[in-house]
C-alpha cells in the first residue's frame, strides 16, 4: 500500500462492515494491515480488531502502541477485549493496564481471572436490572437510558437486595402491556 492511496483508502473503508476489513486484513501481509490499521479511527479499529481472527489479531496488535490498544479496549464489549487481552504476554498486558481508567481495568482483570471455556469467560459482565416492582414501562426506560456494549436480551427482575426474582425476554418485553410489573 502506497502513501499515496491512503486517503482514498480511508474514504472506500468509510462503507465497509468491521467484519469484511477484518476479513480483508486476515489476507494481507502484516505491514499492509498494519497499515490499514492506522488509517482507522479509534472505534473503528476496535470494531475491526474484535472481528479479526487471533493469530492475525496478535500480529496485529504487536504494531499498536499500548495507549492506542488501551483506547481501543475502551470501546470494545468486554469480553471481546479480555480475548485479545488474554493474547498479549504478561508485560504487554502491563503497559496496556497503565493506560486503563481504574474501573475498567478492574473489569478487565476480573475477567481475565475466568478460564477461558468457563461461563465467566465466555459471558459479558453487561446485564440490565430493575426491581420487581417496577413496570413494563419503567424497565423500558432503564432499557433506553442505558449503554450497552453487548446486545442485551433480557432484563432481570431484582428484589430490594438485588437478589433475583425473575426475568424477561426484551422480546417478551415490548409485547406486555406498559402498565405490567416485572416480576
Keep these: ?104 481495568l478492574v473489569e478487565l482483570q476480573t475477567l481475565l481471572g475466568y478460564d477461558v471455556d468457563s461461563a465467566g469467560g465466555i459471558m459479558t459482565p453487561e446485564l440490565l436490572s430493575v426491581l420487581g416492582t417496577a413496570s413494563v414501562h419503567e424497565a423500558l426506560e432503564a432499557f433506553a437510558n442505558t449503554e450497552f456494549e453487548d446486545p442485551i436480551f433480557v432484563v432481570y427482575a431484582v428484589d430490594a437486595n438485588k437478589r433475583l426474582i425473575g426475568y424477561v425476554p426484551v422480546s417478551e418485553l415490548l409485547a406486555k402491556p406498559r402498565g405490567a410489573l416485572m416480576a
Aim: avoid cysteine; charge should be negative.
Design 1 to 104: 500500500l502506497a502513501a499515496s492511496q491512503y486517503t482514498a483508502i480511508k474514504e472506500m473503508l468509510a462503507d465497509v462492515e468491521p467484519a469484511d476489513i477484518a476479513d480483508l486484513i486476515g489476507d494481507m501481509k502484516t505491514e499492509d494491515a498494519n497499515k490499514i490499521f492506522s488509517l482507522l479511527n479509534i472505534e473503528e479499529a476496535s470494531d475491526v480488531l474484535a472481528e479479526v481472527e487471533p493469530q492475525d489479531a496478535d500480529e496485529v496488535m504487536e504494531k499498536i502502541s499500548p495507549a492506542r490498544l488501551a483506547k481501543m479496549f475502551l470501546e470494545m464489549a468486554p469480553d471481546d477485549a479480555v480475548d485479545l487481552i488474554s493474547g498479549l504476554d504478561e508485560d504487554e498486558q502491563r503497559e496496556v493496564f497503565r493506560f486503563l481508567p481504574p474501573k475498567k
